[in-house]
């Protein structure tokens, strides 16, 4: 069973830039792809960012490419979501997923961190 657990969330002005962290414990971090999502109020939860596990290949919804820079560290467990020139529409809770679907599966998410783009 992994756990997973966001940090980085928080208020910032449009323009701004936050790091969000996602470190996982309970399993081997390295055989899983990783990803980040986010959720705004009244909206389906949408896919972010990706990295793979081996590679590194990154892939990234329309709306953040060239903002926003996903990247990990297996050597601490940990993946990170680099968000630059933030706009209002950023807002929402950011959730991280670990993700194998060759044997061992997993699929497992963590609780959120809250981000909030505002003047």
């Known amino acids: 069973q992994v756990q997973l657990v966001e940090s980085g969330g928080g208020l910032v002005q449009p323009g701004g830039s936050l790091r969000l962290s996602c470190t996982a414990s309970?399993?081997?971090?390295?055989?899983?792809?990783m990803s980040w999502h986010r959720q705004a109020p009244g909206k389906e939860r949408e896919f972010v960012a990706s990295?793979?596990?081996?590679?590194?290949?990154?892939a990234y919804a329309d709306s953040v490419k060239g903002r926003f820079t996903i990247s990990r560290d297996n050597a601490k467990n940990t993946v990170y979501l680099q968000m630059n020139s933030l706009k209002a529409e950023d807002t929402a809770v950011y959730y991280c997923?670990?993700?194998?679907?060759?044997?061992?599966?997993?699929?497992?998410w963590g609780q959120g961190t809250q981000v909030t783009v505002s003047s």
């Open positions: 309970g399993g081997t971090f390295s055989i899983y792809d």
């Open positions: 997923r670990a993700l194998r679907v060759r044997m061992p599966t997993g699929d497992y």
């Open positions: 990295i793979a596990r081996i590679g590194g290949t990154t």
